[in-house]
C-alpha cells in the first residue's frame, strides 16, 4: 500500500523560511515522479516542483530560485526547500507520486498519489 505523509508546514512571516518533507512507503520511487503542488483558498491546485525519476528538477516560475526540490539518499523522501517565502506561497502543500511521464508532471489529475497536505501560511 502506497503511502505519502507530508510535514514541515507551519507559519512564517515574510522573506522566511520553511523546509517540508514527504515520506513515502509502498513501493520504490525511484523512478517516479515526485512533485509538490499547493493549492490556495478558492483556486485549483497548481504544480509547485517536481523531482523527476531521481534526475531532473522542474519549478513553476512563481518559485523558481526561491524553492529547491531535493530527495533523500533513499529516493523514497523528497523535500522542498522553500526560502524567501511570500504570502502569495500562502496555500496547503501536496505531495504527489506517479509513474508520470515528462510531459504531464505539470497535470494533477493524473497522478496516483497523494498525501494529506500540510498547512504552509505566509504573514505580511
Known amino acids: 500500500q502506497v503511502q505519502l505523509v507530508e510535514s514541515g508546514g507551519g507559519l512564517v512571516q515574510t522573506g522566511g523560511s520553511l523546509r517540508l518533507s514527504c515520506a513515502a512507503s509502498g513501493t520504490a520511487f525511484r523512478n517516479w515522479a515526485m512533485t509538490w503542488f499547493r493549492q490556495a483558498p478558492g483556486k485549483e491546485r497548481e504544480f509547485v516542483a517536481c523531482?523527476?525519476?531521481?534526475?531532473?528538477?522542474y519549478y513553476a516560475e512563481s518559485v523558481k530560485g526561491r524553492f529547491t526540490i531535493s530527495r533523500g539518499n533513499d529516493k523514497n523522501t523528497v523535500f522542498l526547500q522553500m526560502e524567501k517565502l511570500e504570502p502569495e506561497d500562502t496555500a496547503v502543500y501536496y505531495c504527489a507520486a506517479g509513474p508520470i511521464i515528462l510531459s504531464s508532471i505539470r497535470n494533477p489529475s493524473l497522478y496516483n498519489y497523494w498525501g494529506q497536505g500540510t498547512q504552509v501560511t505566509v504573514s505580511s
Open positions: 523531482d523527476f525519476r531521481s534526475t531532473n528538477k
